[in-house]
């Protein structure tokens, strides 16, 4: 079956750095993605990785491991505006987006 | 606001009542899409509509109906609803349906919250 893990949830501190991990067995792989989704809003694109390797957009950065089947999310001098679900979705042989249940990311002073 | 507006945000219902979401953008995509996002669970993609037509029914029950009447708008009418169907729902949008580019992503609404009673 297909099936992407990322941890439930996660605790860090303001100004810190934080990588939240998301692994994933699919039938074939077109890349994955990071969505973030604050409390009660839309959840917004942020990444797309299909190649291995790191991306960096600002604070936020996202690889790809595909032998390994791994991703991660990591993000930089932590705001407390970062504090959101993040979301990891592979997409399959058919280009259907397979999602993970999400990591809440709790920011603390 | 991210171009996807959904209403009601908020929705609580009896499950005799009949009701309906709305989900509407103006961003000129193509592909419109419901999502069920449920607590602590990955989301569930419910139907896909391309240039109007259905794509894709994920084996919904029969109580969720959509409606595609233009590539701007989507509905999705709510009958006999049990309470298992509370959840948020999600409306997205894309250029296509075409994911082959990878570029192709989705622009989701804040979504609807329904609550069945």
């Known amino acids: 079956g297909q099936n992407i893990d990322q941890p439930t949830e996660m605790t860090a501190t303001e100004g810190a750095i934080v990588q939240i991990n998301c692994t994933y067995q699919?039938?074939?792989?077109?890349?994955l993605f990071w969505y973030q989704q604050h409390a009660g809003e839309a959840p917004t694109f942020l990444s797309y990785n299909v190649l291995d390797g790191l991306e960096e957009k600002g604070r936020f950065s996202s690889f790809l491991s595909r032998s390994k089947g791994y991703s991660y999310l990591l993000l930089k001098e932590l705001q407390m505006k970062d504090s959101a679900s993040y979301l990891c979705a592979s997409m399959d042989s058919n280009y259907q987006l397979i999602w993970g249940a999400g990591t809440k990311l709790i920011i603390k002073p | 606001e991210t171009g996807v507006t959904q209403t009601p945000r908020h929705l609580v219902m009896g499950m005799t009542n009949k009701k309906s979401l709305k989900c509407e953008q103006h961003l000129g995509h193509n592909a419109m899409y419901w999502y069920k996002q449920s607590a602590k669970k990955p989301l569930e993609l419910m139907f896909v509509?391309?240039?109007?037509?259905?794509?894709e029914n994920n084996s919904v029950p029969s109580r969720f109906s959509p409606e595609c009447p233009n590539s701007s708008h989507l509905f999705l009418h709510l009958h006999t609803l049990q309470p298992e169907d509370s959840a948020l729902y999600l409306c997205a949008s894309s250029l296509t349906t075409d994911m082959e580019s990878g570029a192709n992503v989705l622009t989701f609404g804040a979504g609807s919250r329904l609550t069945v009673l």
């Open positions: 509509y391309n240039f109007k037509e259905q794509t």
């Open positions: 699919t039938s074939g792989f077109n890349g």
